[in-house]
């Protein structure tokens, strides 16, 4: 069975970083694009990056996303956090056709 699993969640300071791995199985990996979506509380779930297979797109400039293939994860580097950051974070797995969801990993930033 396909599983995602987000790792890497958690308190930080403003200013900080942080990175969250997805860690896939359970599917051809090279197949996927992979993806990082937020959701706030009050408002919609927004795609923060996605990485094919050498193309990434990026709606936070402060965010890097990258993926290891021979590892199948995906990773979020996040910098230069700020409160408006804090949201769930989720990562998901798609092709035309399919899309898989991780549980979603929270991030806290606060002072």
């Known amino acids: 069975q396909v599983q995602l699993v987000e790792s890497g969640g958690g308190w930080v300071q403003p200013g900080g970083s942080l990175t969250l791995s997805c860690a896939a199985s359970?599917?051809?990996?090279?197949?996927?694009?992979m993806k990082w979506y937020r959701q706030a509380p009050g408002k919609e779930r927004e795609l923060v990056a996605s990485?094919?297979?050498g193309v990434t797109a990026n709606s936070v400039p402060r965010f890097f996303i990258s993926r290891d293939n021979a590892r199948n994860s995906a990773y979020l580097l996040m910098n230069s956090l700020k409160s408006e950051d804090t949201a769930k974070y989720y990562c998901?797995?798609?092709?035309?056709?399919?899309?898989?969801w991780g549980q979603g990993a929270p991030i806290t930033v606060s002072s």
């Open positions: 998901s797995a798609a092709t035309r056709i399919l899309k898989y």
């Open positions: 990485i094919s297979t």
């Open positions: 359970g599917l051809t990996f090279t197949s996927y694009v």
